[in-house]
């Protein structure tokens, strides 16, 4: 079974530009999360989906991100514009409807720098 | 308000020795605890996790994490330590709502194994 599957893996840009980073989950999974991780630091929620709608988006900057999730499977996050401080990972992870014992699976990650 | 904390930035060990990873929360419920590492370069990866029944849990790679209540606490554990094993660790803790959940990280461990 393939895991969550993020592109790009890395991504350089100047400060100003817009970028966008696509997430597709593991089948079946109907809950999809968009993490932040910022250098030497853990994840930080920005976005949580279940399907289509986004039911966990309080830590979204919404002045320079936004994401969407059509038609329940893939993901897009979008920064436009770019701030130096944006640089980080982004981390999507997947999971299927919260039951015990469920666990909530990452992908490997886009990197960002912004120069 | 829910929180993990791992006070152990940064661990350097012997190749062969015994490892111990601290970690503890704050959280009102019973506690849904992960932990997970993560290796230079690539996303998250899930060693063990507790949702309920016996409080010692036994992962992947030879890890074993104690869940004790009365501590807040979840230390990640390992007898023998080898040099794989050189990656951050992060410690989480579970939020559900509804049916879905989401992640609380620790700001993470970074283990350094010595030859």
């Known amino acids: 079974e393939a895991g969550v599957v993020q592109s790009p893996r890395y991504k350089i840009i100047e400060k100003k530009q817009p970028v966008a980073f696509w997430c597709n989950p593991i089948?079946?999974?109907?809950?999809l999360y968009w993490y932040l991780q910022n250098l030497g630091q853990g994840p930080e929620l920005l976005i949580r989906?279940?399907?289509?709608?986004?039911?966990?988006d309080s830590q979204l900057p919404k002045d320079r991100f936004s994401a969407e999730r059509l038609k329940g499977v893939d993901s897009t996050l979008k920064i436009q514009p770019a701030e130096l401080g944006d640089s980080a990972v982004y981390l999507c992870a997947s999971s299927p409807p919260w039951r015990t014992g469920n666990t909530i699976y990452f992908g490997e990650g886009s990197w960002l720098t912004v120069v | 308000a829910q929180s993990v904390t791992q006070p152990d930035i940064h661990i350097t060990v012997s190749e062969g020795a015994s490892l111990e990873l601290r970690c503890n929360y704050s959280?009102?419920?019973?506690?849904?605890l992960f932990w997970y590492v993560q290796s230079p370069g690539q996303g998250l990866q899930l060693l063990l996790k507790?949702?309920?029944?016996?409080?010692l849990v036994q992962g992947i790679k030879g890890f074993e994490a104690e869940f004790k209540r009365s501590q807040s606490s979840f230390n990640l554990r390992k007898p023998s330590v080898h040099w794989s094993d050189a990656a951050e660790y992060f410690c989480?803790?579970?939020?559900?709502?509804?049916?879905?959940?989401?992640?609380?990280f620790g700001q993470g461990t970074t283990l350094q194994v010595k030859p």
């Open positions: 089948s079946g999974h109907n809950t």
């Open positions: 959280y009102g419920a019973t506690p849904y």
């Open positions: 989480a803790v579970g939020l559900i709502s509804g049916n879905t959940g989401k992640l609380i």
């Open positions: 507790y949702f309920s029944g016996d409080t």
């Open positions: 989906y279940e399907n289509e709608e986004a039911v966990d």
